[in-house]
């Protein structure tokens, strides 16, 4: 279940919004102060919020700027009355996700929020991490314990395979087919090959052991790094 934060001080349009938002799955909560949903955000995390620009406490604009100086990312989709076209380019500007202008359809308030919950979800699963082993796949880089790793495109599509299915076993059949898009024979020796310029690099520096051989079916990285 999605969790929303829906910021918004007119307590009969935010009750009704809240109940649409609940019964189209989402778990909500509602704040009506700007500075409150500010203290809220520091040790509550959410998958999406919904942001009203004229609130008690801080402004909608002021709450976002904020949240972005301090490095939180959750999408912010800007309900606003003021149909002012620079309060809707600042908005975007200060780092929300979009915006819709009062009144609105809640069928498209739905859509839009659902294609943030979605964006933002896809853009997590680009790093992938393995205890202290992280792989961006949209940076396309590698760290161990925040020590630059550098990796071919070969070695690095293999390792984002084997930390995709971290704590999971990995074919040899499904990674000579995911990795190398020739035709390979089973008995190919190339995996091994590979496996070994991996653990060169990502194991033997740091002293751990996170890349396994499975005996006769395949590979298996530890989900905690090794
Ligand atoms: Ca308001």
């Known amino acids: 279940m999605f969790r929303l934060l829906l910021v918004e001080d007119e307590a009969d349009f935010a009750a009704a919004l809240a109940d649409g938002l609940c019964?189209?799955?989402f778990s909500v909560a509602t704040v009506k102060d700007g500075l409150l949903a500010f203290d809220l955000l520091q040790h509550r995390s959410f998958d999406v919020i919904l942001l009203d620009l004229m609130l008690p406490g801080l402004s909608g604009l002021d709450l976002c700027a904020r949240l972005r100086a301090r490095g939180v990312e959750t999408p912010v989709l800007?309900?606003?009355?003021?149909?002012?076209?620079?309060?809707?380019?600042?908005?975007?500007?200060?780092?929300?996700?979009?915006?819709?202008?009062?009144?609105?359809?809640?069928?498209i308030l739905l859509a839009r929020t659902r294609v943030l919950v979605r964006r933002s979800m896809a853009r997590?699963?680009?790093?992938?991490?393995?205890?202290?082993l992280v792989l961006d796949r949209k940076r396309r880089s590698c760290h161990r314990g925040g020590v630059a790793i550098e990796l071919?495109?070969?070695?690095?599509?293999?390792?984002?395979?084997?930390?995709?299915?971290?704590?999971?076993?990995?074919?040899?059949?499904?990674?000579?087919?995911?990795?190398?898009?020739?035709?390979l024979d089973d008995d190919s020796k190339v995996l091994e090959v590979y496996v070994?310029?991996?653990?060169?690099?990502?194991?033997?520096p740091f002293a751990r052991h996170?890349?396994?051989?499975?005996?006769?079916?395949?590979?298996?990285?530890?989900p905690h790094g090794g």
């Open 124 to 132: 997590e699963q680009s790093v992938l991490a393995a205890g202290d």
């Open 152 to 183: 071919t495109p070969r070695e690095f599509t293999l390792l984002a395979l084997l930390m995709s299915h971290a704590g999971s076993v990995v074919p040899k059949r499904e990674a000579l087919t995911e990795v190398w898009d020739f035709a």
């Open 196 to 204: 070994g310029y991996l653990r060169r690099k990502i194991d033997l």
């Open 78 to 107: 800007v309900l606003t009355a003021r149909t002012a076209e620079r309060d809707q380019l600042h908005a975007l500007e200060i780092g929300a996700d979009d915006f819709l202008t009062k009144p609105f359809s809640y069928r």
């Open 23 to 25: 019964q189209d799955g």
């Open 210 to 222: 996170a890349l396994e051989t499975v005996r006769g079916v395949g590979y298996r990285l530890d």
